[in-house]
């Protein structure tokens, strides 16, 4: 499947916003800061944190239209050879159709390959099966669970911290007969 990613701009939160039906899918997605429903103005935040000295990098997956169908950030620590992927989301339409996956893989290659990382974390909602799964599927295993006495949207509000080393994602990138250069 081919991925086709472009920084994010703005007014592709428009489009984002139409995927979350409320507070507690959004804040699924995007942590429980985020507000519901989605803004122009949340995503600009985001996107200006890229000048950052710990930046925060922001991608949309478009279609041939460039319409948004996709979403995936990172949060670097670049003296670390550090980052996190987080805000990683697909159009309700396209989910369970591969496009999720294909996303996921592209964006765990470009932070080991492009962004120099050699530790990548995540963090996924302790109840968001289907995510976590993949997750696994893909190396990443579990470093610590955050549990926290908030709320969002009525629900308990946890989260599960994954990671992946860049030694794990080559050898396991060389099983399924994938190999990746890496500079």
Not at 13 to 39: C, S
Not at 158 to 173: E, H, K, P
């Amino acid at each position: 499947m081919n991925i086709t990613l472009r920084p994010a701009r703005p007014a592709d939160a428009e489009e984002m916003a139409r995927w979350f039906a409320d507070l507690a899918h959004l804040a699924e997605w995007g942590g429980p800061e985020v507000r519901f429903p989605l803004t122009q103005d949340q995503l600009a935040a985001w996107i200006a944190e890229g000048s950052n000295p710990q930046p925060r990098l922001c991608f949309t997956e478009v279609d041939e239209a460039d319409r948004p169908i996709g979403h995936v950030q990172f949060l670097r620590e670049p003296a670390r050879q550090w980052a996190r992927l987080g805000r990683f989301g697909i159009a309700p339409e396209r989910r369970g159709k591969g496009f999720g996956r294909a996303l996921f893989d592209h964006a765990v290659r470009f932070a080991f390959t492009e962004l120099d990382v050699e530790h990548l974390a995540l963090a996924v909602v302790a109840t968001n099966q289907p995510a976590i799964r993949l997750y696994v599927s893909s190396g990443f295993r579990d470093e610590e669970t955050l549990s926290d006495s908030r709320m969002v949207g009525g629900r308990p509000y946890a989260v599960n911290v994954m990671g992946l080393m860049r030694s794990d994602w080559l050898r396991l990138a060389g099983a399924r007969g994938g190999a990746t250069k890496v500079a």
